[in-house]
């Protein structure tokens, strides 16, 4: 089974600054990775699949990038609402499926 | 646009079993292009992944809840099941279900509002 590392576990962002969030996988993943947004009270939310593609209605200021078992979820200028924990997922084991941690992104 | 909706009790005594439904609508459950799975996040943790079933009745479990647990599909009303037998406080979690896609890569991409399924005496 692929483990998923998150790093780190909480990052302080001020509003209108960039973050980067980090996820390493024990092996190779290729580009099969997913992140997530959940916000309190609140399902998980897709933002980016195949690494790299934005799902639907995501804003351009979510990127990700990476491949085989370094990824970065890059978030320019954050916003209000971007403030949540995010979440890494590989795919390229399926079954099983597994998660990172998570990175919870708080207000400096 | 799918949408899911998660329903069943949110208290369950020790060494019972926890028994949760998913509804879909929006789509239909007979879709190729998706797995419907059951992902869960205890209080305070991260999320793992329970198990998927294809429309079909073909399941995938993780191996680590595997001898408990079972997955069914209600093709006739656009429902999915899940099931967990002998349960402790470690099952204690909230349980969404999500549609998972099927190609181009097995990420989740709608997800249930979630319920929060307490196991307690």
């Known amino acids: 089974e692929t483990v998923m590392t998150q790093s780190p576990g909480t990052l302080s962002v001020s509003p209108g600054e960039e973050a980067t969030l980090s996820c390493r996988a024990s092996?190779?993943?290729?580009?099969?990775l997913a992140w997530y947004q959940q916000k309190p009270g609140q399902a998980p939310r897709l933002l980016i699949y195949?690494?790299?593609t934005r799902a639907t209605g995501i804003p351009a200021r979510f990127s990700g990038s990476g491949s085989g078992t370094e990824f970065t979820l890059t978030i320019s200028s954050l916003q209000s609402e971007d403030f949540a924990v995010y979440y890494c997922?590989?795919?390229?084991?399926?079954?099983?499926?597994?998660f990172g941690g998570g990175t919870k992104v708080e207000i400096k | 646009q799918l949408q899911l909706q998660e329903s069943g009790p949110g208290l369950v005594k020790p060494s019972e079993t926890l028994s949760l439904t998913c509804t879909v609508s929006g789509g239909s459950i007979r879709s190729n292009d998706y797995y419907w799975a059951w992902v869960r996040q205890p209080p305070g943790k991260g999320l793992e992944w329970i198990g998927s079933v294809y429309y079909s009745g073909s399941t995938y479990y993780n191996t680590s809840l595997k001898s408990r647990l079972t997955i069914s599909v209600d093709r006739s009303n656009n429902q999915f099941s899940l099931s967990l037998n002998s349960v402790t406080a470690t099952d204690t979690a909230v349980y969404y279900c999500a549609s998972q896609r099927r190609s181009g890569g097995y990420y989740f991409d709608s997800w249930g509002q979630g319920t929060l399924v307490s196991v307690s005496s």
């Open positions: 092996q190779s993943v290729g580009t099969n």
């Open positions: 997922q590989e795919f390229n084991s399926w079954p099983p499926l597994t």
């Open positions: 195949g690494a790299s």
